[in-house]
């Protein structure tokens, strides 16, 4: 049953991922999955697997009155248990088993229940230096808000990031804007980079590449608006994590880095070497 689970977890991680999507950078704190019954948030690998709401299993939602909509798939939640199990030596030792339910997302898949989520956003100033960054990128993309994901549509040429009140930080804002904004500069109106301009496989050197350009290139922005930030560090967690040739091929970073301060650059209307 382990493996079954791990196969289902693996391709749910997969396809976001294929989509452009990196589920594991979600610095913004509102917008999470909750247990419906208990309010409390998903934890672990889940975090991955679930979008932001309130999830219930079947049992949860009959007991307490509603009904799943006919025909609704529901998402798996993983945890562990323990399981004993005698050794050689013939005494009981707990080894952990990975098991999962299923729930279903409550304000699109149920009916009958009520939403108890009851989330305070965070206030914060904005940075100025910041803003006169994303003032200042000319042609820029235009930007959505929208709680629980960011990413950004080259066809459309668009972005989507959690509106500022979401993040406990504000600094973890601009990073999350500045990772985005970069991506931008790949447009073919733009600098037509290969890692935006071409559909890219999920682990292939282009798709991996392109999200090394931006992750160094929102650390560059956070340093030339003045404001702490662990880019770097968070790129070596989700990048470093799924693609081990960055740790062996030195020429891939420094080629990732020389474009990303061409996407640097085009944000901040400098003009660089075309050489370079």
């Given at each position: 049953m382990s493996m079954k689970i791990y196969d289902m977890v693996t391709e749910r991680i997969i396809n976001q991922l294929e989509k452009g999507i990196v589920p594991w950078r979600r610095p913004w704190k509102i917008g999470t999955a909750v247990n419906w019954k208990t309010q409390k948030s998903y934890r672990g690998i889940n975090t991955l697997l679930l979008e932001p709401g309130e999830y219930a299993s079947f049992k949860q939602v009959t007991e307490a009155g509603g009904k799943v909509k006919k025909g609704e798939k529901g998402h798996i939640v993983v945890f562990w248990t323990w399981l004993e199990k005698e050794d050689e030596?013939?005494?009981?030792?707990?080894?952990?088993?990975?098991?999962?339910?299923?729930?279903?997302?409550?304000?699109?898949?149920?009916?009958?229940?009520?939403?108890?989520?009851?989330?305070?956003?965070?206030?914060?100033?904005?940075?100025?230096?910041?803003?006169?960054i994303c003032e200042g990128y000319k042609n820029a993309p235009l930007v959505r808000f929208s709680s629980g994901r960011a990413f950004y549509v080259p066809a459309q040429d668009y972005i989507s990031v959690p509106p500022i009140c979401d993040y406990e930080k504000p600094e973890e804002y601009y990073s999350t804007l500045f990772h985005e904004h970069m991506h931008s500069t790949g447009h073919s109106n733009r600098l037509n980079r290969q890692g935006i301009t071409e559909i890219a496989a999920f682990g292939s050197e282009t798709y991996s590449k392109e999200e090394l350009v931006a992750e160094i290139g929102a650390a560059m922005l956070c340093s030339f608006a003045g404001i702490d930030n662990s880019t770097i560090d968070n790129s070596v967690a989700y990048i470093g994590g799924w693609l081990r040739k960055l740790r062996s091929d030195n020429k891939m970073i420094i080629q990732a880095a020389g474009q990303a301060q061409k996407g640097v650059d085009h944000i901040l209307g400098v003009k660089f070497d075309e050489g370079g």
């Open positions: 030596n013939g005494e009981m030792t707990k080894i952990p088993y990975l098991r999962y339910y299923t729930v279903f997302e409550v304000s699109k898949q149920c009916e009958g229940l009520q939403s108890k989520r009851n989330e305070q956003s965070f206030k914060h100033d904005l940075i100025e230096e910041a803003e006169r």
